[in-house]
């Protein structure tokens, strides 16, 4: 009698795929939870994104703040999860004729994960190497798993499984995907709340000596959807490149002071809220904004004046550039001249609206320039304050085609009504902000369809350093209407009516608006 004997079977495309995938989802979240377990380690999945961040095209910044303004981190993570799934089920359909190519490519993408999370300042080489080496086995292990529950024996070598086969294959399949995005989710929490055990509780940041003084009479124009004055912590725009809030630890995070300076020192957390506090309402803005757009704020800021930092360490002569490092590695560029200023308050920030500065506005310290850009200025988990020259040294954004100089421009906006409304006849309000730090607002003019530039009512400024409210009461005709707004500066110069991009130095134009009276 013969016995015949039968071969593995290769699983189909589309088997195969699936299990590509859903070994590729539990690398992806085994690797985000011990991220978030281990402390120092790299999320490959952020260092990733830190790595695309860093290695952008010219216009690209602009580009996504465009499309996505605050989400565009999010849509970053979303696009690097989805193309590491895709070449995951891609690798599980090259597994099925030639696994050795497939564990070639499954190590290129521990060896790539490994190399961007080395790259973070605040990882540790040892854990992040145990990461994306876990990540890796894990991938490898699952696909060969997989694979093997989607193959059957029999004739012929490519055969077609079983329904009760399939069944067993698509739910271990689901099963699996289900445990790595559990696992990722918990793994991206613990980040987030390591990020946020990082920060003292509220009060534990000393009083200001000179504190600042209270909010004048009239400091509102008194209408309902005007930006307030002080927007609140939760409020306040976000603009960085970091993926996931850097989590400094306060027993290790130091503020040094280097560069062209005749005394460098270094501060602790402790030494740095010892200091003498000054406190001062700031607005500062994204020069990513467009005309009328929501990237601007007015806090008030605590800190240690820069000036006396600065006085401590003294300054050399020809140190014209003041350079801010972040602990993630970003940098801006400053003229010295601007922060010595007579009259300028630059701060080194611990504290915003009162409490302590929030991890996504910088903890445990900032620096806050009032006139400047936050792209040339505002830099955000300050580790570092480096004196040197102009020419010598070009921060973050300036490689990436964005001015070395940003002052921000005398800027207004309308917030009431709002565009493409439709109010009723009679008296309407048109109201909003406006800004031009560190030289004031002098007045506000707006413009209904054709009719001459009519003057509004401003609020009392705080100061030269923060927007007002303005407000012009418009008797509203049936009809559509076109309505703009420009501002004066302190100096004197009147906004401008030609349009620019945001790129290299700011927008510039009249925000306009349409509104439909019944």
């Known amino acids: 009698m ?155 070598p490519v055969a077609e499984m079983p329904a009760w086969g399939r069944r067993r294959f698509l739910g271990t399949s689901i099963a699996v995907m289900g445990l790595a995005a559990g696992g990722g989710l918990l793994g991206r929490t613990l980040l987030a709340r390591g990020r946020l055990d990082a920060v003292p509780q509220v009060g534990s940041v000393p009083l200001a000596g000179a504190a600042a003084a209270p909010l004048p009479d009239g400091v509102a124009v008194g209408v309902d959807g ?100 972040a602990v993630d590695g970003f940098t801006v560029g400053f003229p010295t001249a601007h922060a010595l200023a007579d009259d300028r308050e630059p701060l080194v920030a611990v504290a915003m609206n009162g409490d302590p500065l929030p991890a996504d506005h910088g903890f445990p310290a900032r620096l806050i320039v009032p006139g400047l850009f936050g792209y040339v200025s505002a830099t955000k988990w300050l580790t570092e304050i480096e004196l040197t020259t102009w020419e010598a040294f070009d921060a973050y954004w300036v490689p990436l085609s964005w001015s070395k100089e940003g002052p921000i421009l005398t800027q207004s906006r309308i917030d009431v009504p709002q565009d493409r409304a439709s109010v009723a006849a009679g008296t309407v309000p048109i109201a909003g902000v406006a800004w031009a730090p560190d030289r004031g607002i002098r007045g506000v003019e707006v413009q209904v369809d054709e009719e001459g530039w009519t003057a509004a009512e401003i609020s009392a400024p705080i100061s030269d350093a923060t927007w007002v409210q303005f407000v012009r009461r418009w008797e509203a005709t049936s009809g559509e209407h076109l309505i703009r707004v420009r501002a004066t500066d302190g100096t004197g110069e009147v906004q401008t009516d030609r349009r620019t991009q945001p790129a290299p130095d700011g927008a510039r134009g009249h925000h306009t608006i349409t509104v439909t009276v019944a």
């Not at 999320?43 to 994104?49: D, K, Q, T, Y």
């Not at 601007?296 to 003041?322: C, D, F, M, P, Y």
Request: charged fraction near 15%; glycine fraction near 12%; aromatic fraction near 6%.
């Open 226 to 325: 005007v930006s307030p004055i002080v927007t609140p912590n939760r409020d306040f725009y976000r603009i960085d490149t970091a993926l996931i809030v850097p989590r400094p630890r306060l027993e290790t995070w130091r503020l040094r002071i280097t560069g062209m300076v005749r005394e460098p020192f270094e501060l602790t957390y402790d030494d740095l809220v010892a200091m003498p506090l000054h406190e001062q309402y700031v607005t500062i803005a994204c020069v990513s904004n467009e005309v009328g757009g929501g990237l601007v704020g007015n806090a008030l800021w605590r800190g240690v004046r820069l000036k006396e930092l600065l006085e401590r360490a003294g300054v050399e002569s020809g140190a014209t550039q003041i350079v801010g490092r």
């Open 2 to 156: 013969t016995i015949s004997s039968s071969v593995v079977a290769i699983p189909s495309r589309l088997a195969a795929a699936v299990a590509g995938l859903a070994a590729g989802a539990l690398a992806l979240g085994g690797a985000e939870l011990l991220a978030g377990i281990l402390p120092g380690a790299a999320s490959p999945v952020i260092a990733v994104g830190d790595l695309v961040i860093a290695l952008q095209p010219p216009g690209a910044k602009q580009f996504v703040v465009d499309l996505f303004g605050e989400a565009d981190k999010l849509l970053l993570n979303l696009v690097i999860i989805a193309v590491a799934l895709g070449a995951a089920a891609v690798g599980g359909i090259v597994a099925r004729t030639r696994p050795g190519v497939a564990t070639i490519g499954i190590a290129a993408f521990g060896i790539l994960a490994l190399g961007a999370g080395l790259r973070d300042p605040l990882s540790e080489p040892l854990v992040t190497f145990v990461v994306a080496g876990a990540a890796a086995g894990i991938a490898w292990l699952a696909l060969r798993w997989l694979l093997h529950l989607a193959a059957e024996r029999g004739e012929p």
